[in-house]
């Protein structure tokens, strides 16, 4: 495959490995957040942490939407299943999330017609195809994602298909970041920013990061060179004492992101006043909902969900974990009642969940890193 | 606009409508949820990795490189690829203009 083998080299990858290792300043610890799920979930299935030196550790961050979209949201857009006539349409790790009185793989298995769908221009299909059927898309995701549901909807009224709607819990990363940034005790000296979410955004909506904060971001692919040469990046800035925004990506990313994404976003959606993070609580202008003129296509407007909120299980610790302060293994139901089969919190759905991430590699971590340790220290948040 | 899309030895339609610059059959495309996000910089990746390759030309960090060999590393992207992330890198193999126009 083109540049994905190359990006997997392992002669590379032992290169840029003991470059990290040359460049950290000793006696330095240096703790960077990966902010992406998918970073994370790449982070731990190439075994990423077996090969950097023990000073540099890396903390997961919050850009998994499975992960922090909140349990009331979930019982909101099942509302909207168990309505006669109307089928709900979603990716597949939403189908696993649980909402307070089930997931809706479950609602499903009560009757509920609910349906995933690899791409929302599916739903729209299936609203075409089912004309006496009401559709709804319950739509998660970052930038990334956001824009294929604005040009989903705006087809929808090109096409004049009035029997589809979106549940959107579109959520931005910018408003996330700052909220870790200005929170208590944050102990973070960098980021490996989110490289898909800058396919649409570009890397200028980072430049806060090091002009406010002063801290370096290095906006990053997927594969296993991308992450540590981000992580080399940073740690050469931090010894150089630099914060700068620097993109490891540039392949697919350019500084300016897709403009024509950006717009279709602009049409469409405009942000919430505020929204609830799962683990970060409310958030001012973090998410996206559909503009009035949309209306016609909102699922919050057609069927006046509840708005239900709903607490985290006390007993899981998802937000602790969200935002860094314990590691997964940490929390007192990680892996034992909360698990990939039977996830209490949303961290172990998602396979870029910290959580679901950790169960399922950790075994291997840490037969490979039984000097370490690391793992059963608290981050201090 | 649709493009016929090879993932993974997989064909199908994938939307190129938010591509700013235009793809032809050959082209190397980053796919989310059935949008072409973004086409790959083959000027940029071969840098990179020039840059990458420079970095341990000499003899010893060759014998290191035994040490942290992922030898059993699946190297191919998989089905898992497409169902973790939804986001994948592949090739657009043919293209077809016909059904579906942009609306925006």
Redesign the interface.
Known sequence: MKYVDEYRDPVLIANVAREISRAVAPGRHYRIMEVCGGHTHSIYRHGLLDVLPPNVELVHGPGCPVCVLPTGRVDDGLSIAERDGVILTCFGDVLRVPGTRGTPLEYKARGADIRMVYSPLDALRLAQENTEKHVCFFAIGFETTAPSTALTILRARALGVTNFSVFSNHVTIVPAMRAILDSPGMLLDGFVGPGHVATISGCRPYEFVAREYGKPLVVAGFEPLDILQAILMLVRQLVAGEARIENEYARFVSWEGNRAAQAALETVFAPRPTFEWRGLGFIPESALELRPEFAMWDAERRFAVPGVRVTDPSAAQCGEVLKGALKPAQCRLFGKVCNPEQPVGALMVSSEGACAAHYRYAERAAEAEPLRGTEAEPVRA | MLAKVEVSGVRRNV?V????EPVVPGD?I?I????A??K???E??RD??RM??A??EDEL??D??R?????D?V???TSEDV?????F???VRDRTFADEA???
């Open positions: 939307n409508g938010l591509l700013e190397w980053l989310h949820v059935g949008f996000l973004s790959i910089g083959e940029a990746a990179q990795l990458l390759q970095m341990g960090a060759m290191e490189v040490g942290y060999t992922f030898a590393e190297r191919d992207r169902v973790r992330d939804r986001t890198e592949d090739v942009m609306s925006t």
